[in-house]
C-alpha cells in the first residue's frame, strides 16, 4: 500500500559524484523521515543520513561532509547528493521512511535499492 521509488544508481570513478532520489507514494497520512541506508553482502544494513520533517539530519561518520542529505515535504521524496565517492561507497543503497498511514498506523518501508559502484 505504500511505495517507495528509487532513481540514480550507477558508476562513476573515484572522486566523483552521484545523486540518488527516492520518491515515496500510496496511502500516506504523513511522513516523519526519511533516509538512506546501504548494505553489502554479508554484512548488517547502515546508516547514511537520516532527515526529518523538520529538516533536522543525521550523518554517518564515515560520509560527513561528503554526502548531503536533503527532502521535499510536498512530494514525498528524499534526495542524497554523494560527492567525493571512493572505493568503498560501493555497494547498494537503500530508502527507508518511518510512516503514518493513519491518525493511529505508523511503521518503516523500504525500497528495492540501487547499486552505487565506484571505480576507475
Known amino acids: 500500500q505504500v511505495q517507495l521509488v528509487e532513481s540514480g544508481g550507477g558508476l562513476v570513478q573515484p572522486g566523483g559524484s552521484l545523486s540518488l532520489s527516492c520518491s515515496a507514494s500510496?496511502?500516506?497520512?504523513?511522513?516523519?523521515?526519511m533516509g538512506w541506508y546501504r548494505q553489502a553482502p554479508g554484512k548488517q544494513r547502515e546508516l547514511v543520513a537520516t532527515v526529518n520533517r523538520g529538516g533536522s539530519t543525521n550523518y554517518a561518520d564515515s560520509v560527513k561532509g561528503r554526502f548531503t542529505i536533503s527532502r521535499d515535504n510536498v512530494d514525498n521524496t528524499v534526495y542524497l547528493q554523494m560527492n567525493s565517492l571512493k572505493p568503498e561507497d560501493t555497494v547498494s543503497y537503500y530508502c527507508?521512511?518511518?510512516?503514518?498511514?493513519?491518525?493511529?498506523?505508523?511503521?518503516?518501508?523500504w525500497g528495492q535499492g540501487t547499486q552505487v559502484t565506484v571505480s576507475s
Open positions: 527507508g521512511a518511518y510512516i503514518y498511514t493513519s491518525q493511529y498506523d505508523f511503521g518503516d518501508y
Open positions: 500510496g496511502t500516506i497520512f504523513s511522513i516523519i523521515s
